[in-house]
Every structure is written in structure tokens, then in C-alpha cells.
């Protein structure tokens, strides 16, 4: 089964709207972490953000805010205020307690002019 | 954060042919991490190698195919042996630091094998 879902392939945005990324994970360790990272056409990996399970509040990194509802397994990446540069692939990530890192199969953002 | 350079940054290869990748990183790490990305898809993680002990593998990944040499804490290597066309991908390696022990890619490696 998977472990990290992202049922959104692709998004079409308007430039300047918020823009929400879907994330779902399952796990059955108490504690893990969650993480966004953006992949542009270049092909780098870049991290933008991280949830703890055990943060009491939601994560913010400048204009990303992580949407995280830990009854409901859920880890929504929100990036307000979308620029050109944002278009990228995205893609959430969990930790569990082996420490291995794995990816979900990520969603395409395309931020129109 | 960390900074990791990789070599080759991309290469074509014969089928039945050997290349070995190459990850620097600027600091010392204890754990790094090789993944592989096929065109279009996710990243999958082949195998975690620590310094001084054999690499992990993960499950459908063998060291006879992807050996893995890690002789000090700023260095390691990928092989992929007896390339094929399916081992076309972009192979990215990953060290575990930071705040929230998150982890840094090299620009990866863009291997066609035909």
C-alpha cells in the first residue's frame, strides 16, 4: 500500500492565488515527519518545509504553510500568493522511526500569467 | 544545510557497460542516501550507506547491480553494472542533516543507457 498519496497529477494556477497541495500519508509509528520539497525543469531537489507528528502547530516558511491534520493523516502544502516560479514538480515526503525518507509521486504545479 | 556535488552530472552508456557516480559533500554526515528517479516518476530510494559498514538495500535493489562504497564521511559511490536501458534514469544522492534532519540532493546524474 502506499505510504504517501498525491491524487492531484497536475494543477493549473493562476498567478498571485493561493494554491493547495494535496498530501495523505499512512503510517503506524507515533512519531514521523513530513516534508514538502520542490523539483524545478532544472531536476534539483529542493526542501521547503517540514511537520513534526508531535508539532503542535502548523509549519510556515515564508509564503509556504504546511495544512497538517493529524487525524485525518493529512500534510496540504499551501503556497499563497503564487508566482511564475513556483511551476515545478512537488512532492511530499515522510520519515518514519527507520529514518528512510520516502516520496510521494508528486503533482505538477503550472502558475499561469 | 548541505552542499553535494555529484560527477558525472550526465552520461550516455553502452548496454552491458559499467558507471560509477560520485557524491561530495561539503560536510561530514553520517548517513547518505542513493536514490533513483525513472523519467516522469518519484524518487526511490536504492540503498542508505554509512561510513565504515556495508549499504542498506531497499527492497528490489541488489549490490551486485548498484554497489555502494562510502570510505569516509564526505564521500561515496554508485555503481550501476551491466547497464541496461531500463537503468536510464537520474540518479540523486542525499545526506540526513539539519534542523529537522531533513534532507539535501546533489543536482543529480542523467543517465541514458542505450
Known amino acids: 500500500a502506499q505510504k504517501i498519496t498525491q491524487t492531484q497529477p497536475g494543477m493549473f494556477v493562476q498567478e498571485k492565488e493561493a494554491v493547495t497541495l494535496d498530501c495523505t500519508y499512512d503510517t503506524s509509528d507515533p512519531s514521523y515527519g513530513l516534508f514538502w520539497y520542490k523539483q524545478p525543469s532544472s531536476g534539483e531537489m529542493i526542501f521547503l518545509i517540514y511537520q513534526g507528528s508531535y508539532d503542535q502547530q502548523n509549519a510556515t516558511e515564508g509564503r509556504y504553510s504546511l495544512n497538517f491534520q493529524k487525524a485525518r493523516k493529512s500534510a496540504n502544502l499551501v503556497i499563497s500568493a503564487s508566482q511564475l516560479g513556483d511551476s515545478a514538480m512537488y512532492f511530499c515526503a515522510m520519515r518514519e522511526e527507520d529514518d528512510k525518507i520516502i516520496f510521494g509521486k508528486g503533482t505538477r504545479l503550472h502558475i499561469l500569467p | 544545510s548541505a552542499v553535494i556535488s555529484q560527477k558525472p552530472s550526465r552520461d550516455i552508456c553502452q548496454r552491458g557497460t559499467s558507471l560509477t557516480i560520485q557524491c561530495q559533500v561539503d560536510?561530514?554526515?553520517?548517513?547518505m542516501f542513493w536514490y533513483r528517479q525513472q523519467p516522469g516518476q518519484s524518487l526511490t530510494l536504492i540503498a542508505t550507506?554509512?561510513?565504515?559498514?556495508?549499504?542498506?538495500?531497499e527492497s528490489g535493489f541488489v549490490i551486485d547491480k548498484f554497489p555502494i562504497s562510502r570510505p569516509n564521511l564526505t564521500f561515496s559511490t554508485l555503481t550501476v553494472s551491466n547497464m541496461s536501458p531500463e537503468d536510464s534514469s537520474i540518479y540523486l544522492c542525499?545526506?540526513?542533516?539539519?534542523?529537522?534532519?531533513?534532507?539535501?540532493f546533489g543536482p543529480g546524474t542523467r543517465l541514458t543507457v542505450t
Open positions: 560536510s561530514q554526515v553520517t548517513m
Open positions: 542525499s545526506v540526513r542533516t539539519g534542523e529537522y534532519y531533513e534532507q539535501y
Open positions: 550507506a554509512n561510513q565504515g559498514s556495508e549499504a542498506t538495500y
